[in-house]
């Protein structure tokens, strides 16, 4: 048979075998994404697919490795100070990795935290320019949580971060209202534990963030008394200070002392407990009753005004304007 | 047509192929390629000592050890087989002519289907071997760290008062990063990856004019069948605005059609990132790796037949 004939018979199977197995991989490409061993493709144009995922296929199997190695890049960035290359790097590096949970965490801890913590303390820069770099660092490690959330919706750990960062006293001002953060923060430690994966403290986390959510009192009382209960009567300081607040709330005229009997073990307890809320206004803990009940309590602890915890300066919340 | 003949034939052309594999292995061995496996354990056990300046939190610490020993090993498993799977293939046939085995080999009643078969089996064998055992090599290192962070993770937690469903979902947590059958699979698919190129290169090797041609164009389809199911995507798109014309739709369909689709073994991926791979997954991986071997095989006959030399 003639060479070149040969050859197009080659061709023309090429063609053919390549017909037949293109449905088939096809399938298979869905089933591994569904799976989660393939990322999913971004619905862009070719070439700027390409362009953008083109590291992340061709590395096929060496991935993870140039992931850690970028990984040992951006410390170096972190060690200068350089943040917006760390920034350039964890965004490579989580185009090679999107299912490690680290480099999402770590990237966006950078940025919401350390990145913001420098514009905050020790930035060269004017004020205003330092107040936006910190709101835009906090913002910028947000965003990349969120991302990192719609790579891996079933990773506890990533919600859990991320209600912490939308729930945190230092923070929360660049978000806006903090209503509404506490209540992002809610729903992401909500989502947490309808994982089933997460420990018992995220759901404890989430009272605490949707308590601090203003017209949402109801539902908290109903989470607390929950948590509570799971908690098998063994919470923490914050939990029955809350649990006090929140048995309160709908009943301004009931018995103080006798609230503060069902939920505190000693009334000594429940004027520490709650001498403490009422001094965390950082925070921004609801103080429902709190006052009525510590008056209460100091004169029958015996407590001196002077030393009354209604007396202490109280700390306003972490406020930009008089931060820079 | 009796079928009985065919196979009677069946055993003495299973020797011929066996011989020849035989033969294709020590030939591969003595050029020293299982050298590689010392720089392999040197590069384990440092990864498994190396202390990278990294963030970790008290919670996750020796976690990304786990993960940094896996990285490592694939990778240079990753490395190996695809080099060796291409250069090896690339050489075998125009060292047979040079050596004159080939003459000896085809004057005798060896069917040159035999002969091709023999000589993939023989450097898929090496790769086989190799990586099994560098994958015995980094369970063994990867068995011993996970049980020394398990250890220390569980004592820390403990020492915090975690309640023990925390300390359990913390237990999994790591685990999942340690020797799971997942893994052993993601060692599977990177045989099978070497299964295609191989083939793929004893192919080309066929009608080459030279091994550096072999090897140049091997690497080429290698890298550019990462692309392939991009290439397809850009075929199926019905989306408005999805599509880029008419020329490079056909464009795609060609690159689809010719390429193998070397983006599915990047499975490998997400199981070092601790993900779970489904023997059915593996399974079907498996098919499609052995479609292609079986098919450049008979098209590299095909070419090879009546080639004179």
Known sequence: MNQWRKYMILCFAVLMAGALRLPFERTLTVELQQANLLPAKLEVKTGARIGQTFSAVSLGGLRTLVATFLNLRAFAFFSEQRWEDVAESYDTIVDLAPRTRYYWDTGSWHQAYNAASYYLYESDLPPLRRKLAWRESILKGRDFLERAIQNNPDDWQLLEALGFLLSDANKIAAFGSPGESYEKAYEAYKAAVDTGNARAFTERAALYSLARVPGRETEALTLARKVEKDLDHAGTPTLYGLLYVLEYYPDPNQDVMKLVDTIFESRKQAYEILGNQWLRTRDHFPVHGIARAITLLEAELQVSEAQSVLKHKLQSPMNPEEEF | ?309
């Open chain 2, 1 to 309: 047509m009796n079928p009985l003949p065919i196979l009677r034939s069946i055993p003495s052309h299973a020797s011929r192929v066996s011989v020849i594999a035989l033969h294709a292995f020590t030939q591969l061995v003595r050029m020293k390629v299982f050298y590689f496996l010392g720089f392999f354990a040197v590069i384990l056990i440092a990864s498994n000592f190396f202390n990278l300046p990294q963030h970790e939190g008290p919670e996750s610490a020796g976690v990304n050890i786990l993960r940094s020993i896996k990285s490592w090993s694939l990778g240079a498993m990753t490395l190996f087989s695809v080099v060796l799977s291409i250069v090896a293939t690339a050489l075998l046939l125009p060292k047979d002519v040079e050596d004159r085995t080939l003459y000896t080999i085809l004057a005798k009643p060896v069917p040159r289907l035999d002969y091709l078969a023999g000589k993939l089996i023989g450097v898929l064998l090496l790769i086989f071997v190799s990586l099994a055992l560098m994958d015995i090599l980094m369970t063994v290192i990867l068995h011993l760290r996970t049980n020394m962070v398990l250890a220390d993770q569980v004592a820390a937690a403990e020492a915090r008062g975690w309640p023990a469903g925390d300390i359990q979902i913390l237990k999994s947590d790591i685990l999942a990063q340690g020797p799971t059958a997942s893994l052993q699979g993601a060692v599977f698919s990177v045989f099978l990856r070497s299964t295609i190129i191989a083939s793929l290169a004893l192919l080309i090797s066929t009608f080459s004019s030279s091994t550096l041609f072999t090897t140049i164009i091997s690497f080429l389809i290698y890298f550019i069948g990462h692309f392939q199911a991009d290439a397809r995507a850009a075929y199926f798109s019905q989306e408005a605005g999805t599509s880029d014309g008419w020329f490079t739709k056909m464009i795609s369909l060609l690159v689809a059609l010719i390429l193998p689709d070397f983006q599915i073994f990047n499975v490998i991926d997400a199981v070092i990132e601790g993900q779970v791979m489904p023997v059915l997954i593996l399974g079907k991986l498996t098919l499609i790796g052995l479609f292609y071997a079986v098919f450049y095989v008979i098209a590299s006959w095909f070419i090879f037949a009546k080639k004179e030399f």
